[in-house]
């Protein structure tokens, strides 16, 4: 498990990511998610809203990555990699603890859209 994900959001994660393995499986389509996890760079404007973990390799989630050049974008993203970042100083890639979702992972896709930017 990632020491980026508390084991709630861990499991929820893989929760939703067994949800739309299925789906996909039954009728080709997915369920919307609201993101269960915001993570930041403290040195830089990189973003990720994450709400789906892949239930073959719990490493890979799935949502919406604003590496800070003004195209964010939904995709998936290597866990480790992530904890493996290390900034200015040592600082990590962090969680972050206050982010409560208002809405799907799509309707904040369609705000960074617009902005450029996640709105969170």
Known sequence: MSTLLLADQHARM????KANAERMA????????????KLFCPWGAATWLLSELDPEDEDIAFGLC??????????????????AVRGPAGL????????????SLTAYAAEASDKGRIVA
């Not at 893989?14 to 990511?17: A, E, I, T």
């Not at 962090?94 to 979702?101: Q, S």
């Open 14 to 17: 893989l929760k939703n990511g």
């Open 26 to 37: 039954d009728d080709g389509n997915t369920q919307d998610f609201w993101p269960v996890v």
């Open 66 to 83: 604003d590496l800070g050049f003004g195209c964010p974008e939904l995709g998936s993203v290597r866990l480790s990699e992530l904890a």
């Open 92 to 103: 990590t890639i962090e969680r972050d603890r206050h982010f409560k979702p208002t809405k």
